[in-house]
Structures are given as C-alpha cells and as structure tokens.
C-alpha cells in the first residue's frame, strides 16, 4: 500500500517541505510539498534527488574492517564496535586524549540527535583537537558573534521579506538557498523585493547566480570585503550620517571605533577593492537612505584573507545605520529549540580559550581550524593526532591541500569513521560505521533554527523503516561514548542514574531530550502549569509543525552580553584593523603581479559540497567541475575554451579544464569545490566516472586569516599556463 508522508528536507538551511511516497518500505517519489507554510512548494534539485541517496547500491548498510590489500571487508556490529573501542582507549591511554582528534562535517549539524549527542560524545573521548566544517565556512561568523553579541550561536539574520534594500556581498543565496538564514525560494524573494520598489545590489567577484537578478552587481577584489566596508562606514561619517545617540542604544564602542575608520577613505581602498570611490560613496548612502536596508555576508567573506574582521565589519554597518533588530533589517531568530542555551550549557560558546599544539591556532566553539589537521597528525610530540574519528564528514576534499592530508592519514595508528559511503577520507579508515541515515530517522533542524526569522519548530516523522541490522549515527555515536566511559549527557552522575534506569529497562532517546529543551526554551512552558507552550507532541501531530509568526522586533533578548548591548570594541577586531591598514599601504607601494591570477569558490544549485556526486540526476549534463577564466587572462595565457590549463599554486601545481567566461572580473578565477572523486571510484561509480578535480588540492593550509585561523579559500595566489596535454593535441 503506498503511502504519503509530509517531510521536512535536511540537506541544507532552506529544510524545504517535501511529500515523499512510500511503498514496501521504499520511497518511490519524491516532490515539493505545495502546502509547506515555509517553502510554499519549492524544492531544488538535490532536495528531488535526496531518496537516491538513501536508495544508492553503493551506500554501505553494515560496518566494514579496511584489509591489508585496502579492500574492505564486513564484520558485525559487536566486532567493529569492540575493535573501535579497543583502539580509541589504547592510543588514549598510550599517549593521551588530545592524540584522538575528531571531524565532523555538514550533514551533521542538520541531524538533531547528533547535535544533542555531540557535547557528550566530545567528553567521552576527552579531546580538545575538534575540528569540522564549520572551521571552513562559518567560524568568523561565531567568532564575531561572540565578541558582539556574548554567544557564538547568536547570528543576526536579513530579513530580506520586509527589506527595500538588500547589499549581498560575497554570497549566493539564490544558489544556497540562504546560506545561515532559512530563505528557500530566494530568486521569488528578490523578485519581490524589486517589485515591491526595493533595490538589490550584490558585490562580488563572480557575476553570480544571485547577481543576474539583482539591480546593480559591482565586482570586487577577492579578500578586500573588509576594506569596503569600514570605507562604507568612513563614507557615512564624513557625510555626517551617523546618529551616534542611536548607536549608543543599541551598542558601546563606537566612540573606540570611528577615529579608526579615517584610515579607510573610499579613496584610500579603491585600488585595494577594485570599486571607483564614487561607487563606495553611493552605495553608503543609498543604503543609509533606505527605509528598511540589511547588508549580507556569507561564504566569500568567510572563506577570505579577512574574514572574521569582514564579517565584524558587515554587523558596524547594519548597526551604525540602526537597522539591529528592525523589520526588513538585521534581525535574531528566536527558536524553540535553542541552540545558543544548548551551546552555553555544552561549552561550546567562546573563543580563543585554547589552541592548537603546533601553530597555536585558535577555537571557535570548541572547533579548532581544520586546517591544522594534517600538520597535526605529521608532527611528532605529546598531544600528537594518532587515531582520528570523522563523523560525515570528507576533509580531505573540503579542507585545504587535500593530497597533504591524505598521505597524513596513512600514517595514523587507527581511523574509525561513521558515512554512508567509502569516499576520499573513509577510504583511508580502518573501521567505517554506517548508519540508517536521515530518512529513516526523527527529525527536526537543530542548527538552522537560529537562522530562521519564523519562529516554530517542524518535526518530521521517519520516511522508511530501518532495517534490524541498522543503526542510526546517534546510536553508534552513543555505543562508542559508553565504550570510552561516558553517556548520553556527557555528565557523570546524570549518565550514572540513566545507567541504573536502563538496567530497569528504560532506554534513552534523543526524542526525550528535545522534548525538555522544548519545554525550558523560549517558547515552552518551563514546567509552569499556567504557562502555554510549544510541546512536542504539538509539533508531532501537524504535519507542517507549529508556527509561531515572524520573531518580535529588537535585540536584546538574544544578547548575552550582561547590559544588553553589542559591544563593538570587544576581541581582537581594532589590532586587525591596524594589521589591514598596514597592508593596504604595502600593496600601494608594491608593483602586482600581471602573471598571478587569484583562485575562488563557487556553488552549484545540483552539488551539496562532496557527498552527493554518485546521484546520476545530479551530475548528468554539462559538467561543473570547470574552471571559469575571464577572456582576459585567458589570451594572456594562451588558454582555449574546453581545453585543459595547467594550474599553480604554492603548494600544488595540476591541470583543469576551463571554460572561457566574463562571468568572472579580470584577475579572477574560479572553481567549484568538493570534487576530486578519482581515489573513491571503485566504490562510488557515479562519481568517479564524473571525477572532476579537488578545489583544495591548490589552496594552502598555511594561509589562514588572522583572528579565527579560518582557512583561506577565496583569494588564492595562481598561474595559469596552457596544459601539455592541450600543447601535445595541438
């Protein structure tokens, strides 16, 4: 009998309302759920693909042990959960905590039971060497936000649905679907905004997916968002069009703040931007001028030479023009279930509290930067990484200079990794535990909520089944934390006392806790009987979740900060200010490079980072996997449309196919990452037959910005020279 199911998506922030249908355990169909109150019935196409993935021959349905030959070979749960625990202990013991490291990626953070799992999962293994994506995507963002705002998890999101003017810089969101704000359907949002009256106007170094709609695109030059935007903030304080008494309301510093702008006139930065002064100017008071204006950052700011002062510098602008709070503005989410008391109650709110062993890097939320990774299995000493747990996660395409990492990991002691597939990291594991995976799972999102200006909570049932011999990731997750001494809290009389309710036959679930982080968050009764809130058994029982409305205006009640205020000359931000006025004078003084070109990312609408290639519906077609070069530096390098280029970098020198397009500004290339499948295609076909190239292979794990330690992506030094095979054809 086939059934219907309503489902929430769980690949990207966007969560999209899906109906999938359903018979004899298998999912049959998949389409947009034209009655979703968020999404309206709007899907992409990864989200109509998602069941193949679930369905995939590929994907692995049982543990597996890596042999000697580097086949792998099955073995039962109790073997591989034993062997796990045997030598995680072992290298523990033998060498310390800190020689266990742990990577965890992307799919993660849209798994609630992970997410309620992680913290105790953490204190089980009892080491401070974590890293994951977040490290290359979003830490600057946490990073500024704790300095702000009090908490990493507190992210002012654009409320670009009551917005009259929206500044997109270094962002895509029409690709990403609203990378760190819940916004599906972000092409009719922008429609909108221009039909409404509104103006949009991206600045970016691609003329990118969302620039094609916008009102005005203005390129820019990769890792100077910094510099344009104090000179935004110069330009407005020279036009005397800052009220400093409403600053003072929301925010103290700002006195600190504004004799350090002189430094970044529009004219000063213009040659460091690539933006006429003029320009600058416009932009500033356009933006001051709008009713209700937000300006956006996301990955190209993250992912640059300057990130966490960028992204710092994007919050001075929305709060010097008041818009902190304010409809059509920069604005809190307010979620039920809340992940910024989670963060603070786990220990995951702050920065800089420890680093790393051999380049003293900082964390950011308990994450140290991915980029150490490598270096820190290679280099001998106490706290050396000998084992290392990854949980979804692929660093050796999504951190940078991939092939260093993954001749580090043929010399670790013991890799144990929880995927669904053999991919260019699991490959190099001893042990792989696969789980059930989200379909076959209760769901809700935990992380995305903060990004959402809709308060409520959508909880999706399982779509199948999952089979006896199956597992989901917070139960391997689980059997492995009480195999190294911990529980499911992470705390010792608590785990003990769940302990003794087991041997009684009670059995812990992360459904009973989201259920008590319902009920003691913002919107719950916090066990007051003459409180109404949101339970969960509410949001079981609609198919589209409770929704509250839009989030209530102001700010304070998402700062954590004791007086209630953004604190603007809190952190390291005014010393990197200096360092980025310093650099702007050498460069004035330093002849460029004509042969250099600078390397950066680019998403695609059918690509979901690097898990997602062995879907045929995905990578059919035209590739992606190509390098787009400006006509420009393409006659200067001899290079042909379609034909191979021979790429360097400081650290890596390989070929890749181009394609010839003034989509990018002079000087700037661009290649889209999560590609390299070459070293998986025995076991993925799909991909591997649609290999492409890894992004990472040329970006360096040296380079990082100054205040996260956040890799740098975007902005990499490059040559380009026609291939030898292209010569040898010719």
């Not at 809290?489 to 003990?496: F, L, N, Q, R, W």
């Not at 309710?501 to 913002?522: E, N, Q, S, T, V």
Request: with cysteine; charged share 25%.
């Amino acid at each position: 009998m086939k059934k219907s199911i309503a489902r929430q998506c769980n690949l990207c922030e966007a969560g999209c309302g899906l109906i999938m249908e359903v018979q004899d355990n298998q999912i049959v169909s998949v389409k947009a759920d034209k009655n979703d109150p968020i999404t309206q019935g709007y899907i992409c196409p990864k989200g109509a693909s998602i069941a193949d993935v679930h369905h995939d021959p590929e994907r692995l349905r049982g543990p597996v042990r890596r042999e000697s030959d580097g086949n792998f070979r099955p073995i039962s749960w109790q073997e591989a959960f034993a062997e796990v625990a045997t030598r995680l202990k072992q290298v523990r013991n033998d060498h310390g905590p800190d020689a266990v490291g742990v990577y965890f990626g992307n799919p993660m953070i849209h798994n609630y039971s992970g997410v309620l799992l992680l913290s105790a999962f953490m204190r089980a293994v009892g080491t401070r060497n974590r890293m994951s994506a977040g490290s290359q995507d979003i830490s600057p963002r946490f990073a500024a936000s704790y300095y702000l705002y009090g908490c990493t998890m507190t992210v002012p999101v654009p409320d670009i649905d009551r917005s009259d003017y929206f500044l997109c810089i270094g962002a895509n969101p029409v690709v990403s679907q609203g990378s760190a704000m819940v916004t599906p359907d972000v092409k009719s949002r922008i429609r909108d905004i221009r039909a409404r009256g509104g103006r949009v106007v991206t600045v970016d170094p691609r003329y990118t997916e969302t620039s094609k709609l916008a009102d005005e695109h203005v390129p820019i030059l990769p890792g100077s968002d910094a510099a344009f935007l104090f000179a935004m903030l110069q330009a407005l304080v020279s036009e005397d069009r800052i009220d400093r008494d409403a600053i003072g309301k929301v925010a103290t510093g700002w006195e600190d703040l504004e004799p350090r702008l002189a430094a970044f006139t529009p004219e000063r930065v213009a040659e460091t931007t690539g933006i006429e002064a003029t320009t600058i100017r416009r932009i500033a008071l356009e933006f001051a001028d709008a009713k209700a204006a937000v300006v956006y950052t996301r990955i190209g700011i993250c992912n640059s030479e300057h990130a966490t002062l960028a992204t710092w510098a994007n919050d001075l602008v929305n709060i010097a023009c008041s818009r902190l709070g304010r409809p059509g503005g920069w604005m809190f989410g307010e979620p039920c279930l809340d992940i910024a008391a989670i963060s603070e109650m786990g220990g995951m709110n702050g920065h800089a509290r420890w680093h790393s062993r051999v380049r003293k890097l900082p964390e950011t939320g308990c994450d140290l930067p991915a980029a150490i990774l490598a270096e820190e299995i290679e280099t001998p000493g106490p706290g050396q990484i000998r084992a290392m747990i990854t949980l979804a996660g692929n660093p050796v395409l999504s951190t940078p200079n991939g092939p260093r990492l993954s001749k580090a990991m043929e010399q670790l002691d013991f890799q144990v990794s929880v995927d669904l597939f053999i991919n260019e990291t699991t490959r190099h594991a001893d042990i792989i535990l696969p789980p059930c995976w989200a379909l076959a799972e209760h769901h809700t999102e935990p992380l995305a909520a903060i990004f959402d200006l809709r308060a409520g909570i959508r909880v999706s049932p399982p779509v199948v089944e999952k089979g006896e011999d199956e597992l989901a990731d917070w139960e391997i997750m689980l059997e492995i934390a009480t195999r190294l001494g911990g529980g499911p809290t992470g705390m010792k009389m608590v785990d003990a006392v769940l302990r003794m309710a087991g041997w009684l036959g009670w059995r812990f679930h992360p459904r009973k806790l989201l259920a008590l982080m319902l009920r003691i968050g913002p919107h719950g009764d916090r066990f007051l009987p003459w409180k109404k809130g949101v339970t969960l058994e509410q949001a079981e029982a609609s198919p589209h979740g409770v929704q509250l409305g839009m989030v209530r205006e102001g700010f304070a009640h998402r700062i954590f900060h004791k007086d209630g205020k953004a604190h603007i000359a809190n952190g390291p931000f005014f010393d990197a200010m200096a360092d980025l006025e310093r650099e702007i004078s050498q460069r004035d003084e330093t002849e460029a490079d004509a042969s250099q070109v600078l390397l950066i990312g680019r998403r695609e609408l059918r690509s979901c980072n690097s898990w997602m290639h062995n879907v045929k519906a995905l990578v059919a077609g035209r590739d992606s996997c190509v390098l787009l070069v400006n006509p420009i530096d393409a006659e200067r390098a001899g290079l042909i449309d379609g034909e191979p280029a021979e790429m360097e970098s400081r650290i890596f020198k390989g070929d890749v196919p181009v394609r010839v397009s003034d989509e990018v500004m002079p000087g700037v290339v661009s290649l889209p990452h999560g590609w390299g499948h070459e070293p998986s295609a025995p076991w993925q076909t799909v991909a591997g037959t649609h290999a492409g190239v890894s992004a990472n292979d040329w970006t360096d794990d040296q380079r990082v910005e100054a205040i996260a330690g956040q890799s740098i992506l975007n902005g990499v030094p490059v040559k380009l020279r026609r291939s030898r095979a292209a010569s040898h054809a010719a």
